[in-house]
């Protein structure tokens, strides 16, 4: 297939036409056309606008319509009021991107917003790509595309810079040109009314030039696309991330410059997490962390090694390390023996390695040898201060020079001025990150090592737990369905229970009295002792009230109880409604330990799991984890290891470690009820005793709503679960088996084996060239999926004990959201044995559930077998235009 990005006529562009061009000084069309010719635009450049002839010495037309070509991609400059007209023109001249730089759109009121509805709909309706409007522009230095109105221009490199804000792409700029940084794009996306991040990150990972990503976010449209294109491109390439906003008071501002909705901070936090991206808090941090990566910054843990020729300056960097989470590494014995051996018997004995204040370049070099060879070390921080004895120009050649073979970080922080500026200009040379004071140095080490974490987070693709003990999905929906056909979305203790019981969650059995006497009976059923609440839809925390009675051991005391709550209730809240009084069985767990996991709803990334230390005090308690569903064991141990209350749950004092297994499958079994159950917007299980023996949820509330009748199955999570109800068995004619099964990040292997196994002719035929191996970029574009705008099915035998691909098809949704792009390939061995046909009648099938109207097709023109094999599938072929060497193939999806 060709493969030509959609995004390439605005990023590549061949033509480029200055809607709005000018000669007067410091208009923005003149801006325009003096950048784009400074920077050398190697294309062709028109001029636009009926006021003049030429701009510049570039050649002016009347209209759009006027120029003599087609142009990939044309910049507005002019008042938005008329931008509609300006894009149907823009429309009927076959224009294929267009970049509206524009303010006075949704941020300027009522008719800005329908201005900018009038642009949008006429881009749509012509099919053009937009960019902004109230946007920077784009550069492409390797292309000397300056589509800018920006003073500073980029120098060619290999970062591509993705921003929400103009004014930050100028900031970075002005910092990067004395730095020696460059760029191989620069993006300023505006209000992102088109085109948004996802499409730009879709580009960049498959642009060469680029080798690393900066985004500066404000706030996300559309979290599944943010979050599929975030996570493709972490998986091939660096990305690090600013998000502005953070706090409430901040939102105001986002939503009047970039229109973005804001969510949860922790949130947003967990979802970059989850992305495997590197996530900054200020321009200082991304310039450190950029300096890093041109480093070769190699990131291995988070276990950091001080070493310092001051007391002083170790302990401050031991107080920031500890202040952000960074833990100091505990020297193995190994490491301890090579230190007293290297250093003075007064030296530190520990963590930072405070080597004195007389260490000349040797002593530095041989503590620094000692502490990189140590087994629980992830990164070194190499202090120095100008005292008598010490030479920082020398210490900086042995530190220099130690570094080129490290298989770990180092990071120096000369402090001081004059007597330390030569040994910064070295370490400059030799990329290696120094600081001139110790906190943003551990800082730079905490963001480079949680890429690391963060890149393991990535790789987990959770897939369903239904092979331990299937949920019964249908009864929980009969629940939910019930309560919201009598107007109700808070579920009961009861109903919230059975949703709980219905996807094998232990539970504490509850059930409700209307009377005293019924309180007696039940409470003699379920045994003594029992615990009473108040059943009310009205309540939302029954001890607030007066509502929950604990450990009552008599059934005398049952009769008094059920009054004495009602009473208490209604004296505190007296119009609340009662339905009556919940009865349990009283969990007397010596050992437990009560826990809380909750489901909220995010209005940017939809549900998130929370998990932290239960009871009363939960409100006022901020140790709550926070994760994005779906979850796996690994994610799951994550998540519980972030949280101060995980210390206590291994032996803590007198009591033994709680059975962190039933913990887990807890929380799995939560992530399942939030894939599964879309209608879900709050839970709350509180608390959860977790100890010895296992988990049960004591109480129970759950908050319901109803969601669209055409919504896809996953439509409500901002990350596609692993889709395992589509796996099938297919038996060969021959009796053989092969599974045919959604592809998973841990095929790589599987598919690099696979590829590598095909004849040259097969190779040829489905990449359209003659590669001996997929490159690792490929391998993980092709296997690290998001299950929702793109598909892959391998087909797999069982050999020998090991899984073995046999076959493999795909399809990827186009920008239009109504088509889809398709790709098979058949061992050479399993060739007309009915291989294809089947996999092609899955993906077909797949893709038509989803809503996709139309799968596409290219194909080499002398592959007679494979045109035949697609025409008998329905595809209807015609001749591509622009190249006469492949075919184009439609196949109609919907009736």
């Given at each position: 297939?060709?493969?030509?990005?959609?995004?390439?006529?605005?990023?590549?562009p061949?033509?480029?036409?200055?809607?709005?061009?000018?000669?007067?000084?410091?208009?923005?069309?003149?801006?325009?056309?003096?950048?784009m010719?400074?920077?050398?635009?190697?294309?062709?450049?028109?001029?636009i606008n009926?006021?003049?002839?030429?701009?510049?010495?570039?050649?002016?037309?009347?209209s759009?319509?006027?120029v003599?070509?087609?142009?990939?991609?044309?910049?507005?400059?002019?008042?938005?009021?008329?931008?509609?007209?300006?894009?149907?023109?823009?429309?009927?001249a076959?224009?294929?991107?267009?970049?509206?730089?524009?303010?006075?759109?949704?941020?300027?009121?009522?008719?800005?917003?329908?201005?900018?509805?009038?642009?949008?709909?006429a881009?749509?309706?012509?099919?053009?790509?937009?960019l902004?409007?109230?946007?920077l522009?784009?550069m492409?230095?390797?292309?000397?595309?300056?589509?800018?109105?920006?003073?500073?221009?980029?120098?060619?490199?290999s970062?591509?810079?993705?921003?929400?804000?103009?004014?930050?792409?100028?900031?970075?700029?002005?910092?990067?040109?004395?730095?020696?940084v460059?760029?191989?794009?620069?993006?300023?996306?505006?209000?992102?009314?088109?085109?948004?991040?996802?499409?730009?990150?879709?580009?960049?990972?498959?642009?060469?030039?680029?080798?690393?990503?900066?985004?500066?976010?404000?706030?996300?449209?559309?979290?599944?696309?943010?979050m599929?294109?975030?996570?493709g491109?972490?998986?091939v390439?660096?990305?690090?991330?600013?998000?502005?906003?953070?706090?409430?008071?901040?939102?105001?501002?986002?939503?009047?410059?970039?229109?973005?909705?804001?969510?949860?901070?922790?949130?947003?936090?967990?979802?970059?997490?989850?992305?495997?991206?590197?996530?900054?808090?200020?321009?200082?941090?991304?310039?450190?962390?950029?300096?890093?990566?041109?480093?070769?910054?190699?990131p291995?843990?988070?276990?950091?090694?001080?070493?310092?020729?001051?007391g002083?300056?170790?302990?401050?960097?031991?107080?920031?390390?500890?202040?952000?989470?960074?833990?100091?590494?505990?020297?193995?014995?190994?490491?301890?023996e090579?230190?007293?051996?290297?250093?003075?018997?007064?030296?530190?004995?520990?963590?930072?390695?405070?080597?004195?204040?007389?260490?000349?370049?040797?002593?530095?070099?041989?503590?620094?040898?000692?502490?990189?060879?140590?087994p629980?070390?992830?990164?070194?921080?190499?202090?120095?201060?100008?005292?008598?004895?010490?030479?920082?120009?020398?210490?900086?050649?042995?530190?220099?020079?130690?570094?080129?073979?490290?298989?770990k970080?180092?990071?120096?922080?000369?402090?001081g001025?004059?007597?330390?500026?030569?040994?910064?200009?070295?370490?400059?040379t030799?990329?290696?990150?120094?600081?001139?004071?110790?906190?943003?140095a551990?800082?730079?080490?905490?963001?480079?090592?949680?890429?690391?974490?963060?890149?393991?987070?990535?790789?987990?693709?959770?897939?369903?737990?239904?092979?331990?003990?299937?949920?019964?999905?249908?009864?929980?929906?009969l629940?939910?369905?019930?309560?919201?056909?009598e107007?109700?979305?808070?579920?009961?203790?009861?109903?919230?229970?059975?949703?709980?019981?219905?996807f094998?969650?232990?539970?504490?059995?509850?059930?409700?009295?209307?009377?005293?006497?019924?309180?007696?009976?039940?409470?003699?059923?379920?045994?003594?002792?029992?615990?009473?609440?108040?059943?009310?839809?009205?309540?939302?925390?029954?001890?607030?009230?007066?509502?929950?009675?604990?450990?009552i051991?008599?059934?005398?005391?049952?009769?008094?109880?059920?009054?004495?709550?009602?009473?208490?209730?209604?004296?505190?809240?007296?119009?609340?409604?009662?339905?009556?009084i919940?009865?349990?069985?009283?969990?007397?767990?010596?050992?437990?330990?009560?826990?809380?996991?909750?489901?909220?709803?995010?209005?940017?990334?939809?549900?998130?799991?929370?998990?932290?230390?239960?009871?009363?005090?939960?409100?006022?308690?901020?140790?709550?984890?926070?994760?994005?569903?779906p979850?796996?064991?690994?994610?799951v141990?994550?998540?519980i290891?972030?949280?101060?209350?995980?210390?206590?749950?291994?032996?803590?004092r007198?009591?033994?470690?709680?059975?962190?297994?039933?913990?887990?499958?807890?929380?799995?079994?939560?992530?399942?009820?939030?894939?599964?159950?879309?209608w879900?917007?709050?839970?709350?299980?509180?608390?959860?005793?977790?100890?010895?023996?296992?988990?049960?949820?004591?109480?129970?509330?759950?908050?319901?709503d109803?969601?669209?009748?055409?919504?896809?199955?996953?439509?409500?999570?901002?990350?596609?679960?692993?889709?395992?109800?589509l796996?099938q068995?297919?038996?060969?004619?021959?009796?053989?088996?092969?599974?045919?099964?959604?592809?998973?990040?841990?095929?790589?292997?599987?598919?690099?084996?696979?590829?590598?196994?095909?004849?040259?002719?097969?190779?040829?035929?489905?990449?359209m060239?003659?590669?001996?191996?997929?490159?690792?970029?490929?391998?993980?574009?092709?296997?690290?999926?998001?299950?929702?705008r793109?598909?892959?099915?391998?087909?797999?035998?069982?050999?020998?004990?090991?899984?073995?691909?046999?076959?493999?098809?795909?399809?990827?949704?186009?920008?239009?959201?109504?088509?889809?792009?398709?790709?098979?390939?058949?061992?050479?061995?399993?060739?007309?044995?009915?291989?294809?046909?089947?996999?092609m009648?899955?993906?077909?099938?797949t893709?038509?559930?989803?809503?996709?109207?139309?799968?596409?097709?290219?194909?080499?023109?002398?592959?007679?077998?494979?045109?035949?094999?697609?025409?008998k599938?329905g595809?209807?072929?015609s001749?591509?235009p622009?190249?006469?060497?492949v075919?184009?193939?439609v196949?109609?999806?919907?009736?």
């Amino acid at each position: 297939m060709k493969d030509m990005h959609y995004l390439s006529p605005l990023l590549e562009p061949r033509s480029v036409g200055i809607i709005g061009a000018s000669e007067r000084e410091g208009s923005l069309g003149s801006v325009l056309v003096r950048n784009m010719l400074d920077a050398g635009y190697k294309g062709k450049l028109f001029a636009i606008n009926p006021k003049h002839e030429s701009v510049h010495g570039v050649a002016c037309y009347k209209s759009v319509e006027d120029v003599p070509q087609r142009l990939d991609l044309v910049v507005i400059a002019v008042r938005a009021e008329k931008t509609p007209a300006i894009m149907d023109s823009c429309g009927r001249a076959g224009v294929k991107a267009a970049i509206l730089l524009s303010a006075g759109f949704s941020e300027a009121g009522p008719r800005g917003a329908l201005l900018e509805r009038q642009v949008i709909d006429a881009a749509h309706r012509h099919r053009i790509r937009l960019l902004g409007p109230n946007c920077l522009g784009i550069m492409r230095p390797q292309l000397g595309l300056n589509a800018t109105f920006a003073h500073a221009s980029a120098q060619k490199g290999s970062i591509g810079l993705i921003s929400q804000s103009g004014a930050l792409c100028t900031a970075i700029l002005d910092w990067a040109k004395p730095n020696n940084v460059g760029f191989s794009a620069v993006v300023s996306l505006g209000t992102s009314s088109d085109i948004d991040f996802g499409d730009v990150l879709e580009y960049m990972i498959s642009d060469p030039r680029t080798e690393s990503i900066f985004l500066y976010v404000e706030g996300v449209r559309d979290a599944r696309r943010f979050m599929s294109a975030l996570r493709g491109a972490a998986r091939v390439k660096p990305v690090l991330l600013i998000k502005a906003g953070r706090h409430p008071e901040a939102s105001r501002a986002i939503l009047s410059h970039s229109a973005s909705p804001i969510g949860d901070d922790a949130v947003f936090d967990a979802a970059l997490r989850r992305a495997g991206v590197i996530r900054l808090y200020n321009l200082g941090q991304l310039f450190a962390a950029a300096n890093a990566l041109f480093s070769h910054f190699r990131p291995r843990g988070n276990r950091l090694a001080v070493i310092t020729n001051g007391g002083g300056p170790g302990i401050m960097a031991a107080d920031r390390a500890a202040d952000i989470g960074i833990p100091l590494a505990e020297f193995a014995d190994s490491t301890m023996e090579k230190l007293n051996a290297v250093l003075p018997a007064n030296w530190s004995k520990g963590n930072p390695v405070d080597i004195l204040g007389d260490a000349n370049a040797d002593r530095y070099g041989k503590a620094l040898k000692a502490v990189l060879e140590g087994p629980n070390v992830d990164g070194v921080l190499v202090m120095l201060t100008p005292q008598g004895i010490t030479n920082p120009g020398d210490v900086a050649d042995v530190l220099i020079e130690l570094e080129k073979t490290a298989d770990k970080p180092v990071v120096a922080c000369w402090m001081g001025e004059d007597l330390v500026t030569e040994s910064r200009q070295k370490f400059s040379t030799a990329g290696i990150p120094h600081f001139q004071t110790p906190e943003p140095a551990v800082e730079l080490f905490s963001h480079i090592s949680a890429y690391y974490r963060n890149q393991k987070l990535l790789m987990q693709t959770p897939s369903s737990l239904s092979h331990l003990s299937p949920p019964s999905i249908e009864s929980a929906r009969l629940v939910i369905e019930m309560a919201l056909s009598e107007r109700r979305k808070k579920l009961n203790e009861m109903e919230s229970k059975a949703l709980l019981a219905a996807f094998r969650i232990p539970i504490a059995q509850t059930v409700v009295a209307r009377s005293a006497a019924e309180a007696m009976v039940l409470s003699a059923e379920i045994g003594l002792p029992v615990v009473m609440k108040i059943d009310s839809p009205s309540i939302v925390h029954k001890s607030d009230v007066g509502g929950v009675r604990l450990n009552i051991r008599s059934l005398a005391a049952v009769r008094s109880t059920y009054q004495e709550i009602l009473d208490e209730v209604k004296r505190v809240q007296p119009d609340a409604v009662i339905n009556g009084i919940a009865i349990e069985p009283m969990i007397q767990k010596r050992n437990g330990r009560e826990l809380v996991v909750g489901v909220k709803r995010d209005p940017v990334f939809g549900p998130v799991i929370t998990f932290g230390e239960g009871g009363n005090l939960v409100e006022a308690n901020r140790d709550i984890a926070v994760a994005l569903p779906p979850l796996n064991s690994y994610l799951v141990k994550d998540m519980i290891r972030s949280t101060r209350i995980s210390t206590r749950l291994a032996e803590f004092r007198h009591l033994p470690a709680v059975d962190m297994n039933a913990l887990e499958l807890v929380l799995l079994r939560v992530s399942e009820m939030t894939c599964e159950l879309p209608w879900i917007t709050e839970m709350e299980i509180n608390p959860l005793i977790v100890d010895e023996n296992g988990a049960v949820a004591v109480d129970a509330s759950i908050i319901v709503d109803n969601v669209s009748p055409t919504a896809d199955r996953y439509d409500h999570m901002a990350i596609h679960p692993y889709p395992s109800h589509l796996t099938q068995h297919w038996i060969v004619p021959d009796g053989t088996t092969v599974t045919i099964r959604p592809i998973k990040p841990e095929d790589a292997e599987l598919e690099v084996e696979f590829v590598r196994g095909l004849s040259s002719e097969t190779k040829y035929y489905r990449f359209m060239n003659t590669m001996r191996e997929l490159p690792p970029a490929m391998v993980a574009r092709l296997t690290q999926i998001d299950y929702d705008r793109e598909m892959a099915f391998l087909a797999t035998l069982e050999v020998d004990g090991k899984e073995k691909e046999i076959g493999v098809c795909r399809y990827a949704v186009n920008p239009d959201g109504e088509s889809c792009e398709f790709a098979v390939v058949v061992a050479d061995d399993w060739q007309h044995r009915g291989l294809a046909r089947k996999l092609m009648g899955v993906l077909i099938e797949t893709a038509r559930s989803r809503g996709i109207s139309y799968m596409n097709g290219v194909f080499l023109s002398n592959n007679e077998r494979m045109l035949k094999f697609v025409q008998k599938l329905g595809f209807v072929l015609s001749n591509d235009p622009e190249d006469n060497t492949v075919k184009l193939g439609v196949l109609a999806l919907q009736d």
